[in-house]
T-cell receptor
């Protein structure tokens, strides 16, 4: 158990809908990362937050947004869902952020299926 | 741009054998970190081992060790005395510091090697 908690574990929704994925980082970790794992794109970095502030953006679509709250939990919002958004979404955390070498610990992922 | 290449999509060995997974990367940076993660059928990403580029000594964690060749930009993972529980997808990853000021960083992953340990 990495200590990173993600909910829900599985989610099935229809095209055009909106969903929210939730993540609680390891106790004391200030950085949260979101990654998307799909069959054709592999593991792709979406976004990083550090202590409530956005730090880095990767291949995140405009239909997607995220935030990190004062209690350090994070949410990833996916809207206007398309079939191609079906993927495993990982949340990860690290103790600091921007400290090269920080070990990043992953949650179990939220499996999203868009039908 | 940093890239990570895992040239072996699939590998299969017998239990108790030693297996080596290959990984090469491309970067112009001098200081960086490399990681191996495993993803078993449960799909959780589990850290296996990490290597600091400025350290010449290869990292070791129990049955897992790496062969880090900085000049060749190679970072292979050796699993000794392989066990059935080692069956998983293995990902090599490069940690990229995006901005020192912003404190931004990300992991860049290879495409993975599916390892099967047979009884």
């Amino acid at each position: 158990d990495s200590g990173v908690t993600q909910t829900p574990k599985h989610l099935i929704t229809a095209t055009g809908q909106r969903v929210t994925l939730r993540c609680s980082p390891r106790s004391g970790d200030l950085s949260v990362y979101w990654y998307q794992q799909s069959l054709d794109q592999g593991l792709q970095f979406l976004i990083q937050y550090y202590n409530g502030e956005e730090r880095a953006k990767g291949n995140i679509l405009e239909r997607f947004s995220a935030q990190q709250f004062p209690d350090l939990h994070s949410e990833l919002n996916l809207s206007s869902l398309e079939l191609g958004d079906s993927a495993l979404y990982f949340c990860a955390s690290s103790a600091r952020g921007g400290q090269l070498g920080d070990t990043i610990y992953f949650g179990e992922g939220s499996w999203l299926t868009v039908v | 741009a940093q890239t990570v290449t895992q040239s072996q999509p699939e590998m299969s060995v017998q239990e108790a054998e030693t297996v080596t997974l290959s990984c090469t990367y491309d970067t112009s940076e001098s200081n960086y970190y490399l990681f191996w993660y495993k993803q078993p059928p449960s799909r959780q990403m589990i850290l296996v081992i990490r290597q600091e580029a400025y350290k010449q000594q290869n990292a070791t964690e129990n049955r897992f060790s790496v062969n880090f060749q900085k000049a060749a930009k190679s970072f292979s993972l050796k699993i000794s005395d392989s066990q059935l529980g080692d069956t998983a997808m293995y990902f090599c990853a490069f940690m990229k510091l995006l901005s020192v000021i912003q404190g931004a960083q990300k992991l860049v992953f290879g495409q993975g090697t599916r390892l099967t340990i047979n009884p």
